[in-house]
């Protein structure tokens, strides 16, 4: 399997749209990968707070519009990053777009776990609920964003649906870059899952951001990792390998806490 994870910076001088054509056309350039991974909010940047209420649209709006076709050109499975999207009956939500490749729509995710305890993300967005899997031909992917990172009870849950592969888009501050690489090895080793997670380059709204978009596999060993600036990290994995290390060292099966007990 062949993914792509776009590190792209949100240049506060760059139009959304003008933004939405450079991502789209990067989209396209990806051609030939099985799966390509965007950051959260790239359209407005993660902790650029004022923007999300100005810029928040509907679910098939045009970031969705640009994001079906670009998969559709290109043929490929498209994790679309995150962005704010406006419910006509409530709050606004941090909402993960995956669009298969012929253009529909396969899965959407409102974050769960939202970053900025009482500012910020955490008062100006909804919480999701529902965890989200998607099956992809050659695996099933779980479906979490950035700060979602720090919970493992959701990627055990993801576990328990399914999953063997995660996709993570962030907008990660480079402040606690380590923490990035400590938890995505981390939920990679404890899930015995391939983990992608797709950072933002640059700075946006005065926070220097870490990019280091990173792929690691179920033992923890890190294949692929971007540096600091705008790149795309493209990676070939075998996605068997999840379930063969499952079958080896089958940790998993001797979980105690958190597993429905036996029905007598």
């Not at 099933?140 to 576990?159: H, S």
Request: glycine letters at 10%; a negative charge.
């Amino acid at each position: 399997m062949r993914a792509s994870l776009i590190q792209i910076a949100v240049d506060e001088g760059e139009s959304v749209e003008t933004r939405r054509r450079r991502v789209a056309s990067l989209v396209r350039e990806q051609a030939g990968a099985d799966l390509v991974v965007l950051p959260e909010l790239w359209t407005t940047g993660a902790f650029a707070y004022e923007e999300f209420g100005r810029e928040a649209e509907p679910l098939d709006g045009p970031t969705y519009e640009a994001m079906a076709k670009a998969a559709s050109d290109a043929g490929v499975w498209l994790h679309a990053g995150s962005i704010p999207e406006r419910d006509p009956e409530g709050p606004l939500y941090n909402t993960s777009l995956v669009f298969s490749p012929s253009g529909e729509l396969a899965a959407a995710y409102r974050k769960i776990h939202r970053f900025g305890f009482d500012k910020g993300e955490a008062v100006l967005m909804g919480a999701g609920r529902d965890l989200v899997t998607v099956r992809l031909p050659e695996t099933t992917v779980g479906v979490a964003t950035c700060y979602d990172l720090r919970f493992p009870e959701l990627f055990r849950g993801l576990v328990d649906a399914g999953a063997e592969t995660f996709v993570i888009p962030a907008g990660w501050p480079e402040r606690r870059r380590s923490h990035w690489t400590l938890l995505a090895q981390a939920r990679a080793v404890e899930n015995q899952a391939f983990v992608l997670a797709c950072g933002t380059a640059g700075t946006h709204a005065r926070v220097p951001q870490a990019g280091h978009s990173i792929v690691v596999d179920p033992w923890g060993e890190v294949l692929a990792e971007a540096g600091p600036g705008e790149q795309v990290l493209t990676v070939e994995f075998d996605p068997g390998r999840a379930a063969v290390t499952r079958d080896q060292f089958p940790a998993l099966k001797d979980r105690v806490l958190g597993v429905e007990p036996p029905r007598r």
